[in-house]
């Protein structure tokens, strides 16, 4: 059996990508007054909406357990795999990848774990490109490498509304998040070294989404390139964003997705946001 892969609920895949390339996801938990969920099992991103939008809530998320990653890791082995390979977001956001670590530790040199430096599709692109190379019979290195290729390879911009949310969950400092909002612009974000960073402000919300698009060509320079859509509960503004997209890249374009953020990245950047990932193939 080949190199098994894994990876975290914030990936974000779209419904049934991870089933139908071999990949198992372990869930974040997130905690609302007081009350702990499973991300995309129990709780569901409109559940995290809801709660920000209250009075006196607290909302807050917390990785997974070493022992539920050693749990996961052994019974992919006990089921044949030759090894594993487990890709997760940054360890500048979580300790996901540390709990990955120590459960790595604890099991043996059969399981390899990557930081994807970044969440969602960030991470998600990695962690697909890793299990294509699995499926294509590489050994764990070999995986190992695919994937930390991809990472640097990928690209992650977002606007939100508001760098509170942000500040809240201490993913960014207060001071950044006063330049941020600071004559009421709008934030533009991406990913630099595995943290969050201001990258552009912007004096609307439509500004914002067409600034993304200008990014993600950007970043795309000349080559061909898969994009990936995140959204909270804006399906069709994700739709016209893609669209927007598709008209600016044209036939560079290869697979596109569109998915909802869950509700990790809801706690944590709250209503509004937008999200596009790029990775150059």
Known sequence: MPVAVVTDSTAYLPV??????????VPLTVVLNGTEGLEGVEVFPGDAIRALGGRRVTVSTSRPAPEQFA????????????????????????GTVDSARLAA?????R???V??????????FPALAAAAAAARGADLDRVRRTALDAVDRTRMFFYVDTLEFLRRGGRINAAAALLGTALSVKPIMHMVDGSIVLRDRVRTASRGVARLVDLAV???DTDE???????????????QFLQALSAR???????AYVSEAGAVVAAHAGPGLACVVVHRR
Do not use: C, F
């Open 115 to 124: 930081d994807s430096r970044s969440t969602g599709m960030g991470l998600g």
């Open 218 to 220: 950007e970043a795309a």
């Open 249 to 255: 890249l044209g036939d560079r374009l290869r697979d």
């Open 105 to 109: 530790a604890e099991v043996g040199n």
């Open 16 to 25: 049934d990508l991870a089933g139908s390339r071999g990949l198992t996801v």
């Open 71 to 94: 749990r996961t890791y052994r019974r992919l082995l006990a089921e044949g795999a030759d090894a594993v390979l487990s890709v997760h977001l940054s360890a500048e956001l979580s």
């Open 111 to 113: 399981v390899a774990v």
């Open 225 to 239: 390139v898969d994009v990936a859509v995140h959204h909270l509960d804006a399906p069709q503004r994700a739709d």
